[in-house]
């Protein structure tokens, strides 16, 4: 049989690309079908195991110590990234390229020397999600910068490496930032304390006013940002705005391990000791304790962080999967967090209305 593994790097076509894909597509199967109620045929499902167990035993991809290195400027030497989207440092993008994944999120005020405009101040997520991680709070008290200590690490270093907050060589000390969701007081690279357009301290603060509208003091600091994708500081601050080396992961090990796990939780003789054996395997490298249970998701609480969905979230976060997660694990309508329950009609994505309008033979799905 011929391997295209030997010959291709990860952002070309592999079989390994196409039996993650192909494992995507039996997951879904029936959501796609009906996606108000999702079915799981046991022979699709036995089908994503029999492909992840291939990718899984092939010895090709091994778990990266350091979680964030399979996004930052480098991540191209990842053994966990299967398919990317290349990106080059220094040379142009072919789409909106890999800084918009930072700037979307970043404050206006947290920029380097060179690049006056940072951020725009963006998305944040909730502190549901964040707290399903077992987050702890920052040290306080504490000069984080003093003696040239500018980790700025969790008093609980044992947390979860995926929630981030530690200092990141070739990220911190260039621009002060800290991969994984920032939190409270943020600074630069010189261990400064940054201040808002205002002059306020800039301290990210996780509350969010019940109708989302933020009109007070909290402005430009509402929200817990996320950071995923490290910005490239390869060459000072050049490509932090453009030109970016960051791959954008589109298929990873990780993914396809928790996807063999919801197969096996799904089939018709449910494996459930071997899907938990999955997921703490992989929750042990990321710093986090074992699960006990793993409940494929919990309807009546969709935040939920003993269950698979949770972990998904806690693993993906940020990687484009998380709609169609919500779908598949049948919440996607369900109240959370700051959200209401939602119309059936978002289950499906509208027909932009400008390509409604140029071709009358479109019609938008009931």
């Known amino acids: 049989t011929l391997s295209l593994h030997d010959a291709l790097p990860i952002c070309k076509a592999t079989q390994d690309a196409c039996r993650t894909l192909l494992m995507k597509c039996y997951l879904n199967r029936g ?55 290349i990106n080059n440092s220094g040379v142009s993008a072919n789409n909106s390229g890999p800084q918009s994944l930072w700037c979307r999120t970043l404050h206006y005020n947290q920029e380097t020397s060179t690049n ?6 963006g998305f944040s997520t909730i502190s549901d999600f964040y707290n399903s991680f077992g987050a702890v709070t920052p040290m306080v008290g504490v000069t984080q910068f003093a003696a040239g200590n500018i980790s700025g690490r969790y008093a609980d270093t044992a947390v979860d490496s995926r929630i981030g907050g530690r200092y990141y060589n070739g990220v ?82 990780a993914d396809v391990v928790l996807m063999v796990a919801e197969a096996k939780l799904r089939a018709a003789a449910p494996d459930a000791t071997g899907a938990r054996a999955l997921v703490n395997a992989l929750r042990a490298v990321r710093g986090a304790a074992p699960m006990a ?62 390509a409604l309008g140029s071709n009358p033979n479109l019609k938008q799905n009931p």
Do not use: C, H
């Open 31 to 85: 959501a796609w079908i009906n996606r108000a109620a999702p079915t799981f045929a046991d022979q699709d499902m036995q089908q994503v195991i029999n492909l992840g167990n291939t990718i899984i035993n092939s010895g090709r991809y091994t778990y990266m110590t350091e979680y964030f290195k399979n996004f930052d400027a480098n991540n191209s030497s990842s053994t966990e990234n299967i398919f990317t989207y």
């Open 293 to 354: 249970t793993l409940p494929l998701v919990n309807t009546a609480n969709p935040v939920d962080p003993t269950t698979l969905l949770a972990e998904r979230g806690r693993e993906l976060y940020w990687e484009s999967v998380r709609r169609t997660d919500l779908i598949r694990f049948g919440v996607f309508l369900k109240p959370w967090q700051y959200k209401p329950t939602d119309n059936p009609k978002y289950l499906l994505m509208p027909i932009p209305g400008q």
């Open 172 to 253: 911190t000390n260039a621009s002060g930032q800290r991969p994984g969701f920032m939190i409270g007081q943020q600074y630069n690279e010189n261990g400064v304390a940054l201040k808002d357009r205002k002059g306020a301290p800039l301290a990210f603060d996780p509350t969010i006013a019940a109708n989302q509208k933020e009109t007070g003091s909290n402005l430009e600091v509402t929200g817990i940002r996320v950071l995923k994708y490290g910005p490239d500081f390869t060459n000072g601050s050049k490509y932090y705005q453009s030109n970016a080396g960051n791959d954008i992961v589109i298929f990873r090990y």
């Open 116 to 121: 006056p405009n940072a951020g725009w101040n």
